[in-house]
């Protein structure tokens, strides 16, 4: 059984009987699983909504009982006024005016009339926010993650699926071997896996997809034979395609993920990149493909979520994805913090953005989140392996985790190391499933007349009260988050999250965006993190790039010039 950080079932308690569904790479959920999971996410939102409610009321109700002051505080401030002013006549309670004369005379230099005015700014100012709001922030800083419905139109993202297809036509020739050709970014074939072998197993196509689009192709795309693409997933790829149809783009189905620059367009990063011009010196021009992504990066309501909002001071993205979980083929995302890839200093500051472009269902490989994990430590940092990128020097090898190959009689001869590993920053017994799945999760066993809406006695009693207090502290394993198209998924970079594969006929296409705080802010990109865009960070012969002078054991912190946010103020 899965175990929670405390040792006890995920999701159960001594009020809710549960029952355990097992979780496969190889095999998909079964119907009546999935309906018993559907009820149980239900029952377990409703109970975090109500918490978050709950906090709320008894917030207001500790501001109501102090209410009555301020109200005797806003009356002797206006006694005050109009004593300072001499104005007899508007002294409410002149008794309260002498009583306290000697204070205010002690508190001339803070109660001025200067001091009155600004205080009575300052009253009129403080307008609470808006109660959606007020919960949507409150869930947040609870529980990690919140989802902003109808984020985007159907149009933002059937514009964002349909630029994917066309960059996808245009630079990605997988299985090219002419030389000359130099229509595509890319004609080396590289896999994405997210186990731990395959995070480390990631060499230079990834490292260089920094600051651009890389695509990266579903393990079970490949033919071993050949190295190369099989050859269902070819059909019709080099026909032109004038009209940007979408047709026969099956080269598509091969992909699991493009990345990590489609928030950067390709003509660079400035306020004036793009133009609605469609006039005629503009029509014959190649549309930059990367517009709709940028253009939702950077847009008015995004910065309003990240910095209004959530209360981001400086943010920038270091990253952007486009993850595709085609049918059948689409993979596992194990489990992971997003931190662990984006890791900043002195604090953690990553924000996942995970946009559906697609309905995301449990059959097509939605998102599993752990609420309240984003108070947990960050138990790992993928990094630029210091034996190559800075080999001849004092590397810093604490906590590096050791490849499983020492068995592998083709590892009896000196290797290669890899570009990238892992750093262990934080080891946690009870997290069984790190760059893996759980074997399985607990849920709440219903009645068959039951609903799933927390009210029925057959999970949590007769009680009304009952139903109240369950869903507090019980809750702290792994919930599907099944979205529509449109919705948004924000989640700190701490919250533990996986997704399944997905093994129904219907797509599950997401864009992702990862930003962080910037130096603005006093917040530093690690120097380690496997994705910098300064190419001079590379390794070479005298050990650790153009970056690493002599004597300096520690890497160099290269120019990341990531996209800020406010620095381009409401211009969609």
């Not at 009987?17 to 079964?30: A, M, N, V």
């Not at 149809?245 to 660079?268: F, Q, R, V, Y």
């Not at 995302?333 to 697609?358: E, I, M, N, R």
């Not at 939605?366 to 947990?376: A, T, V, Y």
Request: glycine fraction near 6%; hydrophobic fraction near 25%; proline fraction near 4%.
């Amino acid at each position: 059984m899965t175990k929670g950080r405390s040792g006890k079932h995920c999701t159960s308690s001594s009020k809710s009987p549960t029952s355990s569904i097992p979780l496969s790479e190889t095999q998909p959920l079964d119907l009546d699983d999935v309906a018993k999971l559907r009820r149980h996410a239900k029952y377990v939102f409703d109970n975090l909504e109500r918490n978050i409610q709950r906090l709320i009321e008894e917030e207001r109700e500790d501001d109501a009982t102090t209410t009555e002051m301020k109200t005797k505080n806003h009356r002797r401030l206006s006694n005050l006024k109009a004593w300072f002013n001499n104005d007899q006549d508007n002294i409410e309670d002149k008794d309260d005016i002498n009583n306290n004369h000697h204070r205010h005379n002690n508190n001339n230099n803070k109660i001025g009339k200067e001091g009155l005015e600004a205080e009575g700014e300052e009253q009129k100012s403080s307008v609470s926010a808006s109660a959606s709001e007020v919960f949507r922030n409150n869930y947040f800083n609870t529980y990690g993650f919140r989802i902003e419905r109808k984020f985007c139109t159907e149009e933002e993202t059937t514009e964002m699926k349909f630029a994917m297809s066309d960059l996808v036509h245009q630079n990605w020739f997988p299985n090219d071997d002419d030389d000359d050709d130099d229509r595509g970014e890319d004609k080396e074939l590289a896999i994405f896996a997210t186990g731990t072998k395959g995070n480390e197993d990631r060499g230079d196509p990834f490292l260089d997809s920094s600051n651009k689009v890389s695509y990266f192709i579903e393990p079970t795309a490949l033919d071993t034979t050949t190295g190369k693409l099989k050859a269902e997933y070819l059909k019709n790829h080099n026909i032109e395609n004038n009209n940007n149809s979408k047709e026969d783009n099956k080269k598509l189905l091969a992909l699991c993920k493009a990345g990590h620059g489609l928030h950067l367009p390709s003509s660079g990063s400035t306020r004036t990149a793009f133009s609605d011009n469609d006039g005629d010196d503009n029509r014959n021009k190649k549309k930059d493909v990367h517009e709709p992504f940028f253009r939702y990066a950077v847009s008015s309501k995004m910065q309003e979520l990240v910095c209004a909002s959530l209360g981001y001071q400086d943010p920038v993205v270091p990253q952007s994805m486009y993850i595709f979980k085609n049918p059948i083929v689409g993979g596992t995302v194990h489990s992971h913090q997003d931190s662990t890839f984006l890791y900043t200093t002195p604090k953690q500051t990553c924000l996942g953005l995970w946009l559906a472009l697609d309905d995301a269902t449990l059959q097509n490989g939605c998102l599993w989140i752990r609420p309240r994990s984003h108070n947990e430590p960050v138990r790992k940092q993928f990094i630029r392996n210091p034996a190559v990128f800075n080999k001849n020097k004092n590397k810093n090898t604490t906590n590096i985790e050791k490849n499983d190959n020492s068995n592998n009689d083709n590892c009896k001869k000196e290797e290669t190391p890899p570009k990238l590993i892992f750093r262990n920053h934080h080891n946690d017994p009870n997290i069984t499933w790190e760059g893996k799945l759980p074997e399985s999760v607990d849920i709440i066993d219903f009645d068959d007349d039951d609903d799933g809406d927390g009210d029925s006695d057959g999970c949590t009693g007769d009680d009304e009260k009952d139903n109240d207090d369950a869903g507090d502290d019980e809750f702290d394993g792994f919930v599907p988050v099944e979205v529509q198209a449109g919705d948004l998924v924000v989640f700190c970079g701490t919250v533990d999250h996986f997704s399944l594969p997905n093994f129904s006929t219907s797509q599950r296409h997401t864009f992702q965006l990862h930003l962080v705080e910037g130096p603005n802010a006093n917040i530093t990109w690690s120097a380690e993190n496997w994705l910098q865009y300064d190419n001079n960070n590379d390794h070479d012969d005298d050990g650790g790039g153009a970056n690493n002078k002599k004597g300096n054991n520690k890497p160099q912190q290269p120019k990341n010039d990531f996209l800020r946010l406010l620095d381009y103020p409401r211009i969609y």
